[in-house]
């Protein structure tokens, strides 16, 4: 049982960014629901909320620098809108924008219809798709007749849809698509940290294809992506947003997070486990130590650092080799403004992705202003261009003008835009992309049950564990808040 009985539960939550908010929120609805007092301090070096959400509102436009949306099927984040009271400020992508584009030998091919994570779902379209060969086609079919494989170890992304369904599919529909979430290399990126679901697919129905299209027609049986209180139009979406930006989730949770402790702007840079044997019954199980030099008591720790800070936080205590095998990836995006009357072309779909093959700087590039219609003026256009990835890194610490010429002049190759931009932002996200290699999930699910028994409190989570996206960081920092909960009252079992 908890010591200090009849006082406020300490919780220290380390890290700003979605994750720590989350934990944050959690922990306090967590407390509330056992009838006790929780008293919360966050800490984060950076001297804003929220991580690498950031939303700039300039002329009009609304401009994602970070994350820009999330997948309506992850309820988390739809839930913690509810709790939040802004469910009703959720918007859908553009319907009339559904089209997707794959950039192969410079010129701009549809992605054929039934194309799921990258995985041809209807025969017929992707036969007749420009983006393969006959002998690319032939071999993707191959999976219809192609064993399961019995191995249920991890193994790479890459490795297994090369297995399944040819290098080609793998090299230039499956990589652009799936590893723009990741900006990694499907060689070396865990299947079962990543896309767990192809694996099932295979084993379930024996044919990755064959999976995939019993889980779309799944799919297609529950009326929409949302839950049925959300607005049809926002149901009906894929992606979402919140009309104001990402940004509007970070206020909401700093207004409901008013009571919480902040200390912004310094580091968690150790902490201490108390022995309450020799240091005395009334010591706080935890001590954390921050750059200002204060510490802080704590009867519970969450960390929601990146894995190399949450390592060195952990090193003292425990082995950390699971966290040190996360490498991240460097990343920005270049976003530009213009004059429509000035611009030439009107999209009919939401961007293109690109292979590694094609040479160019940029990796994908959102029509934002077609993609989702609250963020640009009506007379005006918005793209936003991404660059970096898991080999390529260079580009991204390019001066800011070898950096906009380099992308300007992909878009006029790819596009034949020529126009002037009214203005560019653009940002660089260093280290911000984590890299699940195989086995991850084994290995920190290891440091997860280590760290409950010796340390009961101390959780650590985040984009570095189980998932990039908004809502699996969301329900990881739920899950952490119940975690450290059952950890102190010694309730797992």
Request: proline content about 6%; some cysteine; charged content about 25%.
């Given at each position: 049982?908890?010591?200090?009985?009849?006082?406020?539960?300490?919780?220290?939550?380390?890290?700003?960014?979605?994750?720590g908010?989350?934990?944050?929120?959690?922990?306090?609805?967590?407390?509330?629901?056992?009838?006790?007092?929780?008293?919360?301090?966050?800490?984060?070096?950076?001297?804003?909320?929220?991580?690498?959400i950031?939303?700039?509102k300039?002329?009009?436009?609304?401009?994602?620098?970070?994350?820009?949306?999330?997948l309506?099927?992850?309820?988390?984040?739809?839930?913690?809108?509810r709790?939040?009271?802004?469910?009703?400020?959720?918007?859908?992508t553009?319907?009339?924008?559904?089209?997707?584009?794959?950039?192969h030998?410079?010129?701009?091919?549809?992605?054929?219809?039934?194309?799921?994570?990258?995985?041809?779902?209807?025969?017929?379209?992707?036969?007749?798709?420009?983006?393969?060969?006959?002998?690319?086609?032939?071999r993707?079919?191959?999976?219809?007749?192609?064993?399961?494989?019995?191995?249920?170890?991890?193994?790479?992304?890459?490795?297994?849809?090369?297995?399944?369904?040819?290098?080609?599919?793998?090299?230039?529909?499956?990589?652009?698509?799936?590893?723009?979430?990741?900006?990694g290399?499907?060689?070396?990126?865990s299947?079962?940290?990543?896309?767990?679901?192809?694996?099932?697919?295979?084993?379930?129905?024996?044919?990755?294809?064959?999976?995939?299209?019993?889980?779309?027609?799944?799919?297609?049986?529950?009326?929409?992506?949302?839950?049925?209180?959300?607005p049809?139009?926002?149901?009906?979406s894929?992606?979402?947003?919140?009309?104001?930006?990402?940004?509007?989730?970070?206020?909401?949770?700093?207004?409901?997070?008013?009571?919480?402790?902040?200390?912004?702007?310094?580091?968690?840079?150790?902490?201490?486990?108390?022995?309450?044997?020799?240091?005395?019954?009334?010591?706080?199980?935890?001590?954390?130590?921050?750059?200002?030099?204060?510490?802080?008591?704590?009867?519970?720790?969450?960390?929601?650092?990146?894995?190399?800070?949450?390592?060195?936080?952990?090193?003292?205590?425990?082995?950390?080799?699971?966290?040190?095998?996360?490498?991240?990836?460097?990343?920005?995006?270049?976003?530009?403004?213009?004059?429509?009357?000035?611009?030439?072309?009107?999209?009919?779909?939401?961007?293109?992705?690109?292979?590694?093959?094609?040479?160019?700087?940029?990796?994908?590039?959102?029509w934002?202003?077609?993609?989702?219609?609250?963020?640009?003026?009506s007379?005006?256009?918005?793209?936003?261009?991404y660059?970096?990835?898991s080999?390529?890194?260079?580009?991204?610490?390019?001066?800011?003008?070898?950096?906009t010429?380099?992308?300007?002049?992909?878009?006029?190759?790819?596009?034949?835009?020529?126009?002037?931009?009214?203005?560019?932002?653009?940002?660089?996200?260093?280290?911000?992309?984590?890299?699940?290699?195989v086995?991850?999930?084994?290995?920190?699910?290891?440091?997860?049950?280590?760290?409950?028994s010796?340390?009961?409190?101390?959780?650590?989570?985040?984009?570095?564990?189980?998932?990039?996206?908004?809502?699996?960081?969301?329900?990881?920092?739920?899950?952490?808040?119940?975690?450290?909960?059952?950890?102190?009252?010694?309730e797992?079992k």
């Amino acid at each position: 049982m908890m010591r200090r009985e009849g006082l406020p539960d300490r919780f220290v939550v380390i890290g700003g960014g979605i994750s720590g908010l989350s934990s944050a929120f959690y922990l306090l609805w967590e407390a509330h629901l056992r009838g006790r007092a929780a008293v919360v301090t966050l800490v984060d070096p950076s001297e804003r909320l929220g991580g690498k959400i950031n939303t700039l509102k300039r002329d009009g436009f609304v401009i994602e620098k970070g994350p820009d949306s999330f997948l309506a099927r992850k309820t988390p984040i739809i839930d913690l809108a509810r709790d939040l009271g802004i469910a009703h400020e959720l918007v859908g992508t553009n319907p009339a924008a559904k089209k997707t584009y794959i950039l192969h030998k410079g010129k701009l091919h549809a992605m054929p219809p039934g194309l799921v994570l990258g995985i041809p779902t209807e025969i017929a379209p992707f036969a007749k798709s420009s983006l393969l060969s006959w002998g690319g086609k032939l071999r993707a079919f191959m999976d219809f007749l192609k064993p399961a494989s019995k191995d249920t170890d991890d193994e790479s992304l890459g490795d297994f849809l090369t297995r399944r369904l040819g290098p080609e599919v793998m090299e230039r529909v499956a990589e652009p698509l799936l590893a723009g979430i990741y900006a990694g290399d499907l060689r070396k990126l865990s299947l079962q940290a990543t896309f767990p679901q192809f694996k099932e697919a295979e084993r379930k129905h024996g044919s990755l294809i064959r999976g995939m299209r019993a889980n779309k027609r799944k799919a297609g049986a529950v009326p929409s992506a949302g839950p049925s209180s959300l607005p049809a139009a926002v149901r009906s979406s894929v992606f979402m947003t919140f009309r104001g930006g990402l940004a509007t989730m970070i206020d909401a949770l700093n207004e409901a997070l008013v009571d919480v402790d902040r200390r912004l702007g310094v580091k968690a840079v150790a902490f201490r486990q108390n022995d309450p044997m020799t240091d005395g019954e009334d010591v706080a199980p935890y001590e954390v130590l921050l750059s200002s030099g204060e510490v802080l008591d704590a009867d519970g720790i969450v960390i929601t650092a990146p894995a190399f800070d949450a390592a060195d936080l952990l090193e003292p205590h425990i082995n950390v080799d699971a966290l040190r095998a996360v490498q991240y990836v460097s990343v920005a995006n270049v976003v530009m403004a213009f004059d429509k009357k000035n611009f030439g072309i009107d999209f009919d779909g939401s961007g293109f992705v690109v292979p590694r093959s094609e040479g160019t700087t940029i990796t994908a590039c959102t029509w934002t202003s077609a993609k989702w219609l609250h963020s640009s003026p009506s007379n005006k256009v918005l793209l936003r261009c991404y660059v970096g990835r898991s080999g390529d890194e260079e580009v991204v610490d390019l001066p800011d003008d070898q950096l906009t010429e380099a992308v300007r002049k992909d878009i006029r190759d790819v596009m034949g835009i020529t126009a002037t931009p009214l203005f560019t932002e653009i940002t660089r996200l260093h280290k911000s992309m984590p890299q699940y290699p195989v086995g991850h999930l084994q290995e920190t699910a290891k440091l997860r049950t280590k760290l409950r028994s010796e340390m009961p409190g101390v959780w650590v989570t985040g984009a570095a564990f189980d998932g990039v996206g908004l809502p699996d960081c969301i329900r990881q920092g739920k899950e952490a808040a119940v975690g450290v909960y059952k950890s102190l009252f010694g309730e797992f079992k």
